[in-house]
C-alpha cells in the first residue's frame, strides 16, 4: 500500500539553525499538508499546499517556516531560525483530488530544539 | 470555524470490555469525520471515516463508529478491547465543501486496557 514517508525520523538542532524536513507523498495525490504535535497536545494544522503554492496556512506559520516541492516527489518545510518551542513531532500529509478523500499522514520528524 | 471536542482525555477498559470514546463537532454544517489512531511513537493512522450515506461506519480492527447529526456526535465504539487497541485516538472533522481541507484534531483520548 502507499505511503507517505517522511526524513529524518529524529533531527536535533541547536536554536537558531535552520532545518528541513522532507516528506516524499503519495505519487498521486495532489494536495500536501503540514501538522505538528508539541508532546502532550493536540495535532495542529500549520499549512496546506497545491499546485505549488500554499492554499492556507495558520497563524503559527509565520515567516520562520517556507515551504516547497522542489520536484516531482518531494515536499519540504523549512525553519529558517528555530527557536526552542518549535520542538515538536512534525507530520507531512497528502491527499487525492476530490471530495471526502482522507489524509495520508507520515511517521512524522520529531523535531529537539536546545 | 470548526472544532472538535473529545470528552476524556484518558479512558481505562479492562480487556474484554466495551470501548467508548466520545466525540463531538461544532460546525455550520456536517463536516466529514474521522477517528485515526496513534501508537506510541508511531504517526496517524486512519481507522474510519464519514463523509455521506449510512451514519454507522466500520473501521479497521473491529472499530466503528456512529454520526449523529442531532447530536452534534461522532462517537467511537469497539465491543471488545484487546490489549493492542492501547493507544491515543484522536477525532477530526474537515469542511464537506470546496476549500483544502485542512484537519482540524480533537485534543486526543488515550485508552488504556487493563489485563
Known amino acids: 500500500e502507499p505511503e507517505v514517508t517522511q526524513t529524518p525520523s529524529h533531527q536535533v538542532t541547536q536554536m537558531g539553525q535552520e532545518v528541513i524536513l522532507r516528506c516524499v507523498p503519495i505519487?498521486?495525490?495532489?494536495?500536501f499538508y503540514w501538522y505538528r504535535q508539541i508532546l502532550g497536545q493536540k495535532v495542529e494544522f500549520l499549512v496546506s499546499f497545491y499546485n505549488n503554492e500554499i492554499s492556507e496556512k495558520s497563524e503559527i506559520f509565520d515567516d520562520q517556516f517556507s515551504v516547497e516541492r522542489p520536484d516531482g516527489s518531494n515536499f519540504t518545510l523549512k525553519i529558517r531560525s528555530t527557536k526552542l518551542e518549535d520542538s515538536a513531532m512534525y507530520f507531512c500529509?497528502?491527499?487525492?483530488?476530490?471530495?471526502?478523500?482522507?489524509?495520508?499522514f507520515g511517521p512524522g520528524t520529531r523535531l529537539t530544539v536546545t | 470555524a470548526q472544532s472538535v471536542t473529545q470528552l476524556g482525555s484518558h479512558v481505562s477498559v479492562s480487556e474484554g470490555a466495551l470501548v467508548l470514546l466520545r466525540c463531538n463537532y461544532s460546525?455550520?454544517?456536517?463536516?466529514?469525520l474521522f477517528w485515526y489512531v496513534q501508537y506510541p511513537n508511531q504517526g496517524l493512522q486512519l481507522l474510519l471515516k464519514?463523509?455521506?450515506?449510512?451514519?454507522l461506519v466500520k473501521g479497521i480492527n473491529g472499530f466503528e463508529a456512529e454520526f449523529k447529526k442531532s447530536e452534534t456526535s461522532f462517537h467511537l465504539t469497539k465491543p471488545s478491547a484487546h490489549m493492542s487497541d492501547a493507544a491515543e485516538y484522536f477525532c477530526?472533522?474537515?469542511?464537506?465543501?470546496?476549500?483544502?481541507?485542512?484537519?482540524?484534531f480533537g485534543t486526543g483520548t488515550k485508552l488504556q486496557v487493563i489485563p
Open positions: 500529509a497528502s491527499r487525492q483530488t476530490g471530495m471526502g478523500y482522507e489524509q495520508y
Open positions: 460546525s455550520s454544517v456536517p463536516p466529514y
Open positions: 505519487s498521486n495525490h495532489l494536495y
Open positions: 477530526a472533522v474537515t469542511p464537506n465543501s470546496g476549500g483544502y481541507q485542512k484537519v482540524t
Open positions: 464519514y463523509t455521506t450515506g449510512a451514519t
